[in-house]
C-alpha cells in the first residue's frame, strides 16, 4: 500500500541529485498525444533547461523567460516582481489572487545550476534531450521540473479560472547552489513583503518514488542537517628525518583522528525522525520492522538504534550528528619532519544541536590541546518545520 514518510533530506542526497544529468521522461508520452497541459509543462521544461543559469552567468534570463510567459497567460504586471542585488543575479516572485480567507501560501524553486563543462558531458548539458526514456541536461533534476511543474500549473489554474481560499506565491530564486546572491536570502532581508506567508513549501525537499510503475512512497522534507567544516591543525618546530623525535605533528594529527574515528555522537530522534521510522516500518519485516517501531517509543532503545546504524549508512545519519574526516594534509619535504599537519572534518549537524556543542564535543574526544580546532564553515541553521496537521492530513490522504 502507498504510505507517506516524513524524513530528513541531508546535503548529501542533494550533492547526488545535482550530479546526476538525468530524470524520468514518461514513457506514454512516446506513444501518446500529450494534452495540453503536459505540453505546456514540456516546453517550459525544455526552455529553462537550455538556459544557461550557472553561476557566472546567472538566472535573470531564466526568471524573464517565466515572467514573459505569465503574462501571457494573462498575469497582471503588479502582480510579477523580477528583483534581486545585481542584473544577472535576478529572482522571480509572483502572485495568484485567492479569495484572502486564509493567509497565502509560498512555493519556492531555484533556478540556477551548477557548472557543467562540455568537455565533462557527452552531450551538450544545457541541449535538452529524450532518450530511452529520460531527460537529459543540466538542471532535469535539480530542479527545473519542478520550476517548470509550479510556471505551468499557475498557468492552468488561471486558464481554468480556479479561485482558491488564499493567495498562492512562487518564488523562483538565484544562486541557491553556490554564488553570493542567494535569492531566498535576499528576499527575505530586502523584499520580504513579496513572499510573507503561513507556511512554505519547496519542491526541491523530499518528493514521489515509483518501482516497477507502481507509487510506493512520497517523502516529506520538514527539517535539514547542517553542514559545518572544522579544522584540526598541528604545529611543530620540525627538524630533519635523520633525527626523528616522537613528537611528530602528523602522529599527532593522526592520534586525534583515530579518536574521532572510534566516535559517534549520542542517538538523538526528533518529531521528523520518529515519524520516518514509524512510516519506514511498515515497508520492512522481522528484526529491522522490529528496531524501527523500537525508536518510536519514548524510550530510545540503544540496542535497536545501534543495529539500524550499522545496518545502513542513511539510518545512522538520521539518528545523530556525524563528523568524518575527509581531507589530510602535511609536511613540506621529504626529508624534513613535518611542521605542519591539517585535517578537514566534515559534520552534518542535527538542526536542534549547535556549532558550540559540535566544538566542544570535538575538543573533548580529540582531548589533546596541541590539535587546534577551529570552524571553516558553518551554513545557515534552519529551525525544525512542525508536522502540521492541516498539512500533513490533506498531502496523506492525496498520497493514498
Given at each position: 500500500?502507498?504510505k507517506?514518510?516524513?524524513?530528513?533530506?541531508?546535503?548529501f542526497?542533494i550533492?547526488?541529485?545535482?550530479?546526476?544529468?538525468?530524470?524520468?521522461?514518461?514513457?506514454?508520452?512516446?506513444?501518446?498525444?500529450?494534452?495540453k497541459?503536459?505540453?505546456?509543462?514540456?516546453d517550459?521544461?525544455?526552455?529553462?533547461?537550455?538556459i544557461?543559469?550557472?553561476?557566472?552567468?546567472?538566472?535573470?534570463?531564466?526568471?524573464?523567460?517565466?515572467?514573459?510567459?505569465?503574462?501571457?497567460a494573462?498575469?497582471?504586471e503588479?502582480d510579477?516582481?523580477?528583483?534581486?542585488?545585481?542584473?544577472?543575479?535576478?529572482?522571480?516572485?509572483?502572485?495568484?489572487?485567492?479569495?484572502g480567507?486564509?493567509?497565502?501560501?509560498?512555493?519556492?524553486?531555484?533556478?540556477?545550476?551548477?557548472?557543467?563543462?562540455?568537455?565533462d558531458w557527452?552531450?551538450?548539458?544545457?541541449t535538452?534531450?529524450?532518450?530511452?526514456?529520460?531527460?537529459?541536461?543540466r538542471?532535469?533534476?535539480?530542479?527545473?521540473?519542478?520550476?517548470?511543474?509550479?510556471?505551468?500549473?499557475?498557468?492552468?489554474?488561471?486558464?481554468?479560472?480556479?479561485?482558491?481560499?488564499?493567495?498562492?506565491?512562487?518564488?523562483?530564486?538565484?544562486?541557491?547552489?553556490?554564488?553570493?546572491?542567494?535569492g531566498?536570502?535576499?528576499?527575505?532581508?530586502?523584499?520580504?513583503?513579496?513572499?510573507?506567508?503561513?507556511?512554505?513549501?519547496?519542491?526541491?525537499?523530499?518528493?514521489?518514488?515509483?518501482?516497477?510503475?507502481?507509487?510506493?512512497i512520497?517523502?516529506?522534507?520538514?527539517?535539514?542537517?547542517?553542514?559545518?567544516?572544522?579544522?584540526?591543525?598541528?604545529?611543530?618546530?620540525?627538524?630533519h628525518?635523520?633525527?626523528?623525535?616522537k613528537?611528530?605533528?602528523?602522529y599527532?594529527?593522526?592520534?586525534?583522528?583515530?579518536r574521532?574515528?572510534?566516535?559517534?555522537?549520542?542517538?538523538?530522534?526528533?518529531?521528523?525522525?520518529?515519524?520516518f521510522?514509524?512510516?519506514?516500518?511498515?515497508?520492512?519485516?522481522?528484526?529491522?520492522?522490529?528496531?524501527?517501531?523500537?525508536?518510536?517509543?519514548?524510550?530510545?532503545?540503544?540496542?535497536?538504534?545501534?543495529?539500524?546504524?550499522k545496518y545502513?549508512?542513511?539510518?545512522?545519519?538520521?539518528?545523530?550528528?556525524?563528523?568524518?574526516?575527509?581531507?589530510?594534509?602535511?609536511?613540506?619535504?621529504?626529508n624534513?619532519?613535518?611542521?605542519?599537519?591539517?585535517?578537514?572534518?566534515n559534520?552534518?549537524?542535527?538542526?536542534?544541536?549547535?556549532?558550540?556543542?559540535?566544538?566542544?564535543t570535538?575538543?573533548?574526544?580529540?582531548?589533546d590541546?596541541?590539535?587546534?580546532?577551529?570552524c571553516?564553515?558553518?551554513?545557515?541553521?534552519?529551525?525544525?518545520?512542525p508536522?502540521?496537521?492541516?498539512?500533513?492530513?490533506?498531502?496523506?490522504?492525496?498520497?493514498?
Open positions: 500500500m502507498n507517506i514518510v516524513t524524513s530528513v533530506l541531508f546535503f542526497i550533492a547526488i541529485t545535482y550530479s546526476s544529468p538525468v530524470v524520468f521522461a514518461q514513457t506514454y508520452e512516446n506513444t501518446q498525444v500529450l494534452t497541459h503536459q505540453k505546456l509543462a514540456r517550459i521544461f525544455r526552455e529553462l533547461i537550455e544557461n543559469t550557472t553561476v557566472n552567468i546567472g538566472s535573470t534570463k531564466a526568471a524573464e523567460a517565466m515572467a514573459s510567459r505569465l503574462r501571457t494573462g498575469f497582471q503588479s510579477i516582481q523580477i528583483v534581486g542585488p545585481q542584473p544577472q543575479h535576478m529572482n522571480l516572485v509572483v502572485q495568484y489572487h485567492g479569495r480567507n486564509l493567509s497565502p501560501i509560498l512555493f519556492i524553486g531555484h533556478l540556477d545550476v551548477v557548472e557543467a563543462l562540455r568537455q557527452s552531450v551538450d548539458p544545457f535538452f534531450l529524450e532518450n530511452g526514456g529520460f531527460f537529459y541536461g538542471g532535469t533534476t535539480d530542479m527545473k521540473c519542478d520550476d517548470a511543474v509550479l510556471v505551468a500549473n499557475l498557468i492552468r489554474l488561471k486558464q481554468e479560472g480556479f479561485t482558491p481560499d488564499r493567495d498562492i506565491i512562487v518564488a523562483l530564486t538565484e544562486d541557491e547552489e553556490n554564488g553570493d546572491a542567494n531566498v536570502q535576499w528576499l527575505l532581508n530586502n523584499r520580504r513583503d513579496l513572499i510573507e506567508a503561513e507556511y512554505c513549501i519547496n519542491p526541491d525537499g523530499g518528493g514521489g518514488n515509483i518501482k516497477n510503475g507502481k507509487h510506493i512520497m517523502e516529506v522534507q520538514t527539517c535539514e542537517k547542517i553542514y559545518l567544516d572544522y579544522k584540526l591543525e598541528v604545529k611543530n618546530k620540525g627538524g628525518s635523520s633525527l626523528p623525535v613528537d611528530n605533528a602528523i599527532r594529527l593522526a592520534d586525534a583522528l583515530t574521532l574515528a572510534k566516535f559517534d555522537f549520542p542517538i538523538k530522534l526528533n518529531e521528523t525522525t520518529r515519524m521510522f514509524q512510516q519506514s516500518a511498515l515497508q520492512e519485516a522481522g528484526q529491522i520492522k522490529a528496531d524501527m517501531l523500537a525508536l518510536t517509543k519514548t524510550q530510545i532503545d540503544t540496542a535497536a538504534a545501534n543495529r539500524l546504524a545502513s549508512p542513511m539510518y545512522n545519519s538520521k539518528m545523530r550528528t556525524t563528523c568524518v574526516a575527509t581531507m589530510l594534509s602535511g609536511g613540506h619535504a621529504e624534513a619532519l613535518p611542521q605542519t599537519a591539517r585535517a578537514n572534518i559534520c552534518r549537524m542535527l538542526p536542534d544541536d549547535t556549532p558550540e556543542n559540535v566544538m566542544a570535538l575538543k573533548s574526544v580529540i582531548a590541546t596541541q590539535v587546534a580546532i577551529t571553516s564553515y558553518a551554513s545557515s541553521h534552519g529551525p525544525l518545520s508536522l502540521r496537521k492541516d498539512v500533513m492530513d490533506p498531502l496523506e490522504q492525496l498520497t493514498a
